[in-house]
């Protein structure tokens, strides 16, 4: 049955989810150079992702 708790859990994770995207954006817009410094993995490190999502991480930000 649908409860509080349930939508309690689902909000949160939805805004974890938000926020992890907001990270995830801020970390992309930093130069290449930088994301190596902190350890961000590169377009070439990430093999779990399909090839469009690859490319679309690959791609500068202008």
């Not at 939805?14 to 902190?38: G, T």
């Not at 490319?55 to 500068?60: E, K, Q, T």
Request: glycine letters at 4%; charged letters at 25%.
């Amino acid at each position: 049955m649908f409860g509080f708790s349930h939508i309690t859990r689902k909000a949160r994770q939805w805004r974890a989810h938000q926020k992890r995207a907001a990270m995830e954006s801020v970390l992309m817009d930093l130069p290449l150079e930088l994301q190596k410094d902190i350890g961000w993995p590169g377009p070439a490190d990430l093999p779990s992702l399909s090839s469009a999502q690859a490319d679309i991480h690959a791609r500068p930000m202008l």
